[in-house]
């Protein structure tokens, strides 16, 4: 029988572009150190520890056994895993599963990136797309999201001050939260007139390369009630594939999200998504991917977004408050940003998310991770059970 | 093993160029690495919904049954959608920084099967979804059985 | 559109591709001041943990018994003894150095650990395990493990 789980307590670095003060391990340890100091634990209450980054792009495999023995956590039970951009959403699920048994008292689940490290990661093979098919061609997210953008502008009638829009409104609410990496008062004329990188897309459109780490500790029930009183409960969850190459896709715009999304909404009794859920943390890559995965999560018709932008409806206190952190276009330590994106969602559940804090009581917040051809994994969180 | 160093720097980092060659075996997919080789693109057709895929797959990703059918997907296809690359990415084949003239598109075929490609047009905004595209290909001796072995999709008069 | 092609072959098709990397790691604060004192005062340092008393070389900023972060550090003699080692035969790329050659784990004299480095100035069948060694530094040092080119055994 499944145990109900509850988040206890999260922690994520100051998120940068290089962290040369730190080895990975040593900032895999800053983002535990805070975790357990918010869920008022030590090491030692930790029995099972889920680990995971996007390996490639930092260039080692199994780095489980070098960060292990520098969390003082050799002994423990625990799994290392990567999935490119959902790492961190996978990590935060078999979390999730492995709390839900019931066998363990605490769950660390861990993930990170540090991307000062890289260099000419996509260079080969176009970045974890199928090597002998499309590594003939220099392809990369930012490729993937200029295709996506050139479809979307074409069905949808919306134009590059649209996408625009989008940014500033991202900007301006990393501007108010600490842990953010680019917070840069943009303007409208500052976007639009920025490096174009792959026709649609401009440089302030794509995520940045980030070094940082997030974590959080997931226990059952009855465990969850002792550690804390503003315990953040785990709802449900999902992780789900797409078909292969982007090509694959029916719709070259979109990605598993509605799917995923719907299946989740469905077994929840969901049917009114903007008002059943008032808090959202996404997994928007790129500015323009944003405009469709509002779409996708059913907060609006299709190829409509853009028009809450033009008509002022998305931010931190306004009716759609989508991404209130500044999203992954602010911070993106790929593995690890599914995992901020959850400690985003529970902290505005607890009403501790500082300066960028929704207001009002938020009963329901859903965290999602995005990742290599369109994989989702959807994380859904309540106040009360 | 290489310091970065010029003055004494604040930490200290290092850096490890490797050269790996790997060798990948193609194959269920060898049949469509040949129809290349030939100026043919081929696709398996999945028996339940009847859509073909490029990559061709021995089982398909959506119904889990086997795809033994190969179908010819002609020499035309209609652009879905588009990007141009503004800043120098690596070529995957040399390893060397460049820059890229060319739009890389999707191209839906005859056939159903959507696959990407270079498109000879290099002004995107003269690209429009559904427009009618052509395959050119490079010189027969010059194929290897790979994607790029269409050198460019022409865009051609309805 | 169903058609019967025969005339395209099944026969296998392999293909080489080259994958180029040039990853970049940092050593971090605590790693940078170990490879300077061995840089520049030619001194390998371990650090303490101050909750059970554990010296590591080279250092970590977290305890991996206690999780404590650690930040005393402690000049050691650099002189060790083997605790086990071997002699590398066989050609690979990249190796450090042309076979035959050998390394091993030199217990750190008054720390807990160890470090892997190479065995110079021995006989490669005379290497027995507990031999006390000593650290040899090149001349010219950047900052680097391999600063210390060898530890041959103590006089």
Avoid at chain 1, 311 to 336: C, H, L, R, W, Y
Wanted: charged share 25%.
């Amino acid at each position: 029988m499944a145990e109900r789980i509850a988040i206890v307590g999260v922690g994520q670095t100051h998120h940068k572009s290089k962290r040369l003060d730190v080895t990975t391990a040593e900032m895999c340890a800053e983002a535990v150190e805070r975790c357990l100091e918010d869920a008022q634990m030590t090491m030692k209450d930790i029995d099972n520890i889920v680990m995971g980054s996007f390996e490639v792009a930092d260039g080692y495999y199994s780095p489980d056994k070098w960060i292990i023995p520098e969390l003082g956590a050799v002994g423990k039970s625990g799994l290392e895993m990567q999935n490119v951009g959902t790492t961190g959403g996978v990590v935060a699920a078999t979390g999730f599963n492995i709390a839900a048994t019931g066998l363990f008292d605490a769950v660390l689940c861990l993930a990170w990136q540090k991307m000062d490290e890289a260099a000419g990661a996509f260079g080969r093979g176009g970045g974890g797309t199928n090597e002998y098919w499309t590594g003939q061609f220099p392809m990369s997210p930012i490729t993937n999201f200029a295709r996506r953008a050139y479809a979307y502008m074409d069905r949808s009638g919306c134009t590059e001050e649209h996408f625009a829009m989008v940014r500033v409104k991202q900007d301006q609410c990393a501007m108010k939260n600490e842990y953010a990496q680019l917070r840069l008062g943009l303007t409208l004329e500052k976007v639009m007139n920025d490096a174009l990188l792959a026709w649609p897309i401009r440089r302030l459109h794509m995520c940045p390369t980030t070094a940082g780490a997030a974590a959080c500790i997931v226990c059952p029930e009855g465990k969850a009630k002792k550690v804390t009183n503003k315990p953040v409960w785990v709802e449900d969850w999902y992780t789900c594939h797409q078909g292969g190459s982007l090509t694959m896709a029916e719709d070259p715009t979109s990605s598993t999200l509605a799917y995923a999304s719907n299946l989740v909404y469905k077994r929840n009794g969901i049917t009114n998504p903007p008002k059943d859920i008032q808090a959202w943390e996404v997994y928007e890559p790129a500015s323009p991917a944003e405009l469709r995965w509002i779409e996708e999560v059913g907060i609006c018709e299709d190829y409509t977004a853009w028009k809450l932008f033009e008509q002022n409806k998305v931010g931190i206190d306004k009716e759609i408050p989508f991404n209130p952190s500044g999203g992954v276009t602010a911070t993106n330590p790929i593995g690890a940003t599914p995992v901020v994106r959850l400690v985003e969602a529970a902290l505005q559940v607890r009403g501790d998310a500082g300066e960028h804090q929704i207001p009002g009581t938020i009963n329901r917040a859903m965290a999602t991770g995005y990742g290599g051809q369109g994989e989702n994994v959807i994380m859904l969180l309540r106040k009360t059970l | 093993m290489t310091t970065e160093q010029k003055q004494d720097p604040e930490f200290i980092q290092f850096r490890y160029p490797r050269e790996v060659t790997y060798h990948h075996a193609l194959g269920y997919q060898s049949k469509f690495a040949n129809g290349l080789k030939q100026g043919r693109i081929l696709a398996t057709k999945c028996p339940v919904d009847g859509r073909c895929t490029i990559p061709p797959r021995i089982v398909c990703p959506m119904h889990h049954v086997r795809q033994t059918e190969w179908v010819d997907q002609g020499q035309r296809g209609r652009l879905i959608s588009a990007f141009k690359i503004n800043f120098p990415m690596f070529n995957s084949r040399t390893g060397e920084l460049q820059t890229w003239e060319n739009p890389i598109i999707a191209v839906e075929l005859e056939g159903g099967a959507r696959m990407d490609g270079w498109c000879m047009e290099t002004d995107p905004s003269k690209l429009k979804t559904g427009m009618l595209l052509e395959a050119v290909w490079r010189p027969e001796e010059e194929r290897q059985g790979r994607a790029d072995d269409i050198m460019y999709w022409k865009p051609i008069e309805e | 559109m169903t058609q019967n092609l025969p005339e395209i072959p099944d026969t296998l098709v392999n293909v080489d591709v080259i994958g180029y990397s040039n990853f970049l790691v940092n050593t971090g604060a605590t790693g940078t001041k170990f490879l300077k004192e061995i840089r520049d005062n030619k001194k390998i340092m371990g650090i303490k943990c101050p909750s059970c008393g554990k010296v590591y070389v080279p250092p970590k900023l977290h305890c991996p018994t206690c999780f404590a972060r650690m930040s005393e550090w402690v000049k050691l003699s650099g002189k060790g003894s083997l605790t086990s080692y071997t002699v590398v035969r066989y050609e690979e790329p990249y190796l450090p150095k042309q076979p035959p050659f050998a390394y091993g784990i030199i217990q750190m004299d008054s720390a807990d650990t160890g470090i892997a480095h190479f065995l110079g100035e021995v006989d490669l069948d005379k290497i027995k395990i507990g031999m006390h060694l000593e650290p040899v530094f090149k001349e010219e040092r950047e900052g680097s493990i391999l600063d210390i080119d060898y530890f041959k055994p103590s006089s």
